[in-house]
């Protein structure tokens, strides 16, 4: 069953948004914005005059430029959705044209990096509060978009120390008003957490499907042929776009290297079990790993049905 969102707000949060970037996240927050009544005007910008065309076709905003500055002029709140390793050349390109007051949030998987890029760029009179909607699927683009992207999945708030506290109250009304639910926590907490539970995920999946791509003995062909539910399950994760995920290893590289460093651990730990014939050990494990997928069902995170619950081409069950 399609996640559904809730009533419209009586009274827009903003006047005037500004979405930066309309891939897979910036379509799908517009769309969302738009149905929850969350901003009057939204303005949209990319450097891409294909995407931008593409965005005003599906009116997915009111107003669209490639030209940052002039998208954000008179945004009462700026959400970069531009792939991490942007936001320093769009923070700089926006920081002289930023109305009094403005909100700068964003939605990159990686949080302290992000504010060490911005907040020496951007002006005192704006007010930066990152965010991470943790929410996706492996498709890009203005029409990978749909409304219910982020309903009953979590956004968690990264404001740097000192932040104004109604600047964040006011992001945590806008995801909240398109079905997230929210936390707060520090923004290298962040980074830690995500590495296990995304970063290090996506790296081991690019691996994989990697290797699978360069055995001599085996045929790509076959390897396409013959893919069983696991392997499949991984080359979706490796279709995520390659940008956006380079971006995240680059400006997270400290904590994705210490997880790294201890699923290398728990691998050796693993062939051990394997070489030894240690039947209960594997067992014992893989009945602890059962469990935590079983929570992550029973939490509303995933569902149990089978292939996730996604039909057709587009890979997702909950459609615009």
Not at 48 to 60: F, I, K, T, V, W
Not at 152 to 178: C, K, Q
Not at 277 to 298: E, Q, Y
């Amino acid at each position: 069953m399609a996640e559904r969102l809730g009533p419209p707000l009586a009274e827009p949060i903003f006047d005037e948004l500004a979405i930066i970037g309309i891939g897979l996240i910036g379509s799908s927050l517009a769309r969302a914005i738009r149905k929850q009544n969350v901003a009057r005007r939204i303005f949209v910008a990319d450097a891409s005059p294909g995407a931008l065309a593409r965005a005003e076709a599906l009116e997915l905003g009111d107003a669209f430029t490639t030209d940052v500055a002039e998208a954000v002029r008179d945004a009462d709140c700026v959400i970069l959705c531009a792939p991490v390793g942007a936001n320093g050349a769009i923070g700089r390109a926006i920081a002289p044209a930023l109305k009094a007051r403005a909100i700068v949030s964003d939605v990159g998987s990686v949080k302290g990096a992000v504010i060490a890029e911005l907040e020496p760029i951007l002006p005192a009179r704006a007010r930066l509060v990152p965010a991470h909607p943790v929410a996706g699927t492996e498709q890009s683009g203005p029409d990978a978009g749909f409304a219910t992207l982020f309903v009953n999945r979590w956004s968690i708030l990264t404001p740097p120390e000192g932040a104004d506290p109604d600047a964040v109250r006011d992001v945590r009304a806008l995801w909240e008003a398109i079905g997230s639910n929210v936390e707060t926590m520090s923004a290298a907490h962040h980074d830690l957490v995500l590495a296990i539970t995304s970063h290090v995920p996506h790296l081991i999946a690019y691996n994989i499907v990697g290797t699978a791509a360069d055995l001599e003995d085996v045929t790509q062909s076959e390897v396409m042929k013959f893919s069983a539910g696991g392997f499949r399950d991984f080359t979706r994760i490796a279709a995520s776009d390659p940008t956006m995920w380079r971006d995240v290893f680059l400006h997270n590289k400290e904590a994705v290297l210490e997880m790294l460093g201890r699923f290398g651990e728990d691998l050796t730990a693993l062939q051990r079990m394997i070489r030894r014939g240690d039947g209960d050990g594997l067992f014992a494990l893989f009945t602890r790993t059962r469990a935590i997928r079983l929570g992550i069902v029973a939490q509303g995170q995933e569902t149990a049905a089978p292939d996730f619950g996604r039909r057709g081409p587009e890979g997702r069950s909950a459609g615009p």
